[in-house]
């Protein structure tokens, strides 16, 4: 058995994280502001996507079987899967009633995180319920014998110029959702500030053209930041098709947390 593409080692609980915490990981630290006016027009989310009644992908760089498990924010098993010798499986989603256990995420915290901060600002994010509550997960855990590792579907790339660093990251989710919520905008804020006796010119770029329907959705996201003096942040969440997807062990958080203190200028 043999994965490759790995981060960082095994994770506490990632059934506690979805795709919403990388989102609110991005907005908290980053300032996006209240102020409404201009910006570009707020792109058109997908409405005519078909929803997923399952999971269908593939472990890469996987040999031999094994069972995928979705579990819930307690560590219960919901729903699993077996995987072929070439690492590819098929995990029908879970009903109504077990989807509720999955982690339960606040789409209006999303919202507010972009809503309330500082900075000048163009555009704006519109919610049709900031009290909405969905249930989402992107993590499956590979059991191979005694191993167990935690999977992805996403990706994290890097690339350095001479000011700074850019890290991107894009992650799929499955989100079910009682009631159809959209959130839909654009905003562009830019901010400057004296960190460590240095002058930080900030910009953030968030697009939000996320339309849920009731039941099971896929989503996905994609997170984008610039570190150096003059930094630049750029959020995007959309509804899409599903799709086959493929799985690697990824520690998102971890990496995240991570480039974000490190984005913040040295003394």
């Keep these: 058995m043999r ?5 960082l080692e095994r994770e506490e609980n990632p059934m506690k994280h979805s795709v919403w915490t990388l989102v609110t990981l991005a907005l ?11 910006g570009t027009s707020a792109p058109a989310p997908k409405t005519d996507f078909t929803q997923p009644s399952s999971v269908e992908g593939t472990v890469q760089g996987f040999s031999g ?5 979705l579990n819930d924010s307690d560590e219960k098993t919901v729903a699993s899967a077996s995987a072929d010798s070439s690492g590819n499986f098929k995990l029908f989603l879970p009903s ?36 909405a509550k969905i249930y989402a997960f992107d993590t499956l855990v590979l059991i191979q014998g005694k191993t167990k590792l935690n ?7 890097s690339s350095k ?11 799929t989710s499955w989100v079910y959702s009682d009631t159809p919520y959209s959130l ?18 900030t910009t953030r770029l968030t697009q939000m053209a996320t339309y849920l329907k009731s039941g099971w959705n896929t ?11 003059s930094r630049r942040a750029e959020i995007e969440v959309r509804s899409v098709d599903t799709s086959k997807s493929v799985w690697q062990e990824i520690d998102f958080y971890s990496v995240f947390e991570s480039t974000v203190q490190s984005s913040k200028p040295q003394p």
Aim: aromatic share 2%; charged share 15%; glycine share 14%.
């Design 96 to 131: 109504k009633a077990a989807s509720t256990n999955l982690t339960a995420n606040s789409l209006g915290l999303a919202f507010l995180g972009v809503a309330n901060s500082d900075g000048t600002c163009t555009g704006s994010i519109s919610s049709s319920d900031v009290a």
């Design 28 to 38: 908290l630290p980053l300032a996006l502001s209240a102020c409404g006016g201009g």
């Design 219 to 229: 989503v996905t996201a994609r997170v984008s930041i610039k570190s150096g003096s």
């Design 161 to 171: 110029d001479s000011d700074g660093e850019r890290k991107e990251y894009t992650l």
């Design 184 to 201: 839909v905008g654009n905003r562009t804020c830019t901010s400057s500030s004296v960190e460590a006796g240095k002058t930080v010119v």
């Design 3 to 7: 994965l490759e593409h790995r981060f």
């Design 151 to 157: 999977l992805r579907s996403g990706s994290i790339q």
């Design 65 to 69: 079987g094994g069972t995928l498990q």
